[in-house]
């Protein structure tokens, strides 16, 4: 079965920027029992399944039915998703951030979680849900953004960890922790506190995560040598580059290039960054 994939991205408004890189819905058919890889790109999203949900792998190998309504923490490795035949769901990606803007602190001890939303916040799960529901097209003055200004305020955001964010998204992971907090007038303790409690993971961790990203981009994007990807990747030489890409991923280089390039000759990519495969 071929798969035909729907994606479409919506801007947030302007007020919203800070707080939001987009919305999303993605609809379609897949082979049944379709298995995804998610590549983990920095970015925590609430997601709801407009349909069935697919299967999540956990920790202990075994698959696992998703809630309808979630929240995709930040995660440090790939995961899998094992899809039934339709896919239609719905969602909005955070800017890094604004990752704990709707857990608090607790999202750095949430990391590598797909959490049950209504656990975590039953009335705006409930708001939401009902929002995106009603309308799949999330442009103009969709009430859902309406709807998130007032539960992801952009007064709770740490102008602090905006920049040290911009600074490691820019540099692509390849920036000194210590010189970084420095920059930025404060202690390296200090500075890595703020930063877990507002993103969900450290900085060390949210820097190989933009490693891993540039890292697929070249993997997926054109021929380079292994040396190449770890000189341009960030990494110190090719057995670092190597050992990384295979404790995020859970395959060594050469596999992982064949699996994306395998992705892309199967028909439209399903380009879901946090949530589902390939950070875009």
């Known amino acids: 079965m071929q798969q035909e994939i729907t994606y479409r991205e919506y801007a947030p408004p302007a007020t919203l920027d ?3 890189v987009c919305a999303w819905y993605l609809a379609g058919s897949v082979a049944p029992g379709q298995v995804d890889t998610v590549y983990p790109d920095g970015r925590c999203e609430i997601i709801v399944h407009l349909g069935r949900p697919p299967k999540i792998r956990g920790d202990s190998g075994r698959w696992v039915q998703q809630t309808q309504c ?11 998703l ?5 896919v239609d769901c719905i969602g909005v990606r955070l800017q890094p951030a604004a990752s704990s803007l709707l857990t608090g602190p607790a999202v750095f001890e949430m990391k590598d979680q797909v959490a049950d ?3 975590l916040d039953p009335i705006f799960a409930s708001l939401f849900q ?4 009603e309308n799949t097209q999330i442009t103009g003055d969709h009430p859902v953004w ?3 200004a007032t539960r992801l305020p952009a007064s709770g955001l740490d102008p602090v960890v905006e ?11 390849d920036c000194s922790i210590k010189s970084l907090a420095s920059e930025l007038n404060l202690g390296l303790r200090a500075f890595q506190t703020r930063f877990r409690q507002a993103v969900g993971l450290s900085p060390k961790e949210f820097a190989r995560v933009m490693r891993l990203q540039t890292t697929l981009r070249m993997l997926d994007d054109k021929e380079v040598s292994l040396a190449e990807l770890a000189l341009d990747g960030g990494f110190s030489d090719q057995a670092h580059a190597s050992r990384e890409l295979r404790r995020m991923t859970g395959l060594t280089p050469a ?7 395998s992705d892309r000759a199967g028909g439209e990519t399903i380009r879901m960054a946090a949530a589902f495969v390939r950070g875009s």
């Open 82 to 86: 094992a899809w039934q035949e339709e």
């Open 70 to 80: 979630l929240f995709a923490s930040q995660h440090r490795a790939a995961l899998q």
């Open 163 to 173: 920049s040290a964010v911009n600074t490691l998204s820019a540099s692509q992971g």
């Open 18 to 20: 800070r707080q939001i």
């Open 130 to 133: 009902t929002c995106v529901q």
């Open 117 to 119: 939303l209504h656990a």
């Open 255 to 261: 596999r992982l290039r064949r699996a994306l390039n």
């Open 146 to 148: 309406t709807l998130l």
